[in-house]
């Protein structure tokens, strides 16, 4: 279904960027690969499924760097059909203990790095007038938790500007869409149930148990391949016009 278009897909190197960039290259679209750590191993996995991968290393807190990137793909692929804001990071604490540089951090990479990639997209999308802006968003774009000041205040704001961009795109071929996961058992998440394993005297497994209760009705994880499935589906003609929604993949948390 995607043969010929080009994928960029942030923080692509672990987790759910992984599991997006895999279900993406299984439609047949090349990929451009980006985030930190070992990039080699997963970009054989992405390449062992027959199309073109390319990695660049841009920091997504730095916009001339995403810039560098989002010229590489031009030069790489002729431009970006398909873009996945993906790239992430999480800090927990009270709003008074919260390091300003890791609020500062939080807003660049969760959210202010989208309006970059995204400004830097739209006109190859236009001139083609196909393209599709994916935002992953999180149950925390919807509704907020206790200590996660930065994050929740990003992901609410990458919720607005896809309602933003899809309105400005709505009479072209361009779509814009955010993914809200709920819990998905990613590095992001290990770091949450083991430093609540410690602080609470418990096990990792009574941890994940607690974790998952709190928020998540069905008590079971969203994978990564399940949130790859909902970018194909927002890739394929059935979406067309599915246009500027935050769409929950959470195990009922946000129906709560
Ligand atoms: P992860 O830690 O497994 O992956 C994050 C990716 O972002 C990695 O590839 C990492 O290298 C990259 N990254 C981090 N900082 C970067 C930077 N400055 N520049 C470039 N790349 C950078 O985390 P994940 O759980 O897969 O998270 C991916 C996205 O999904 C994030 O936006 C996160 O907020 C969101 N999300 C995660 C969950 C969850 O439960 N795991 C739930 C909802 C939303």
């Known amino acids: 279904m995607l043969k010929g278009k080009t994928a960029l897909v942030t923080g692509s190197t672990s987790g759910i960027g992984l599991g997006i960039a895999i279900e993406l290259a299984k439609q047949g679209a090349n990929i451009v690969m980006n985030g930190f ?13 027959g199309v ?6 841009a920091d997504m807190s730095k916009p001339a760097e995403i810039e560098a990137m989002m010229k590489f793909a031009a030069e790489k692929f002729g431009g970006v059909d398909i873009l996945v804001n993906n790239a992430g990071i999480q800090y927990v604490a009270p709003i ?7 609020w500062d951090a939080i807003i660049a990479i969760n959210l202010s790095s989208a309006f970059h ?6 006109p190859h999308m236009k001139q083609k007038n196909w393209g599709r802006i994916i935002n992953i968003a999180s149950a925390h774009g919807l509704v907020a938790s ?7 205040a990003a992901k609410h704001g990458i919720v607005g500007l896809t309602k ?3 309105l400005e795109l709505a009479t072209s071929g361009v779509t814009a869409n955010a993914i809200c996961p709920g819990w998905v058992l990613t590095p992001l998440v290990q770091k949450q149930i083991d430093d609540r394993a410690a602080k609470e005297g418990i096990t990792v497994d009574q941890a994940t148990r607690e974790l998952l209760g709190e928020k998540e009705p069905s008590l079971q994880f969203t994978t990564p391949e399940q949130l790859g499935g909902l970018a194909v589906f927002f890739c394929s003609p059935a979406a067309d016009n599915v246009r500027g929604q935050a769409w929950a ?3 009922g948390w946000t129906a709560q």
């Open 37 to 49: 750590g070992d990039h080699e191993g997963p970009k054989k996995e992405i390449e062992a499924l």
């Open 52 to 57: 073109k991968v390319e990695y660049h290393g």
């Open 96 to 102: 008074q203990d919260f390091p300003p540089e890791r």
């Open 117 to 122: 990639t995204s400004r830097l997209a739209i």
């Open 146 to 152: 206790k200590e996660k000041s930065a994050y929740v």
């Open 164 to 166: 933003v961009a899809a």
């Open 249 to 251: 993949h959470d195990g």
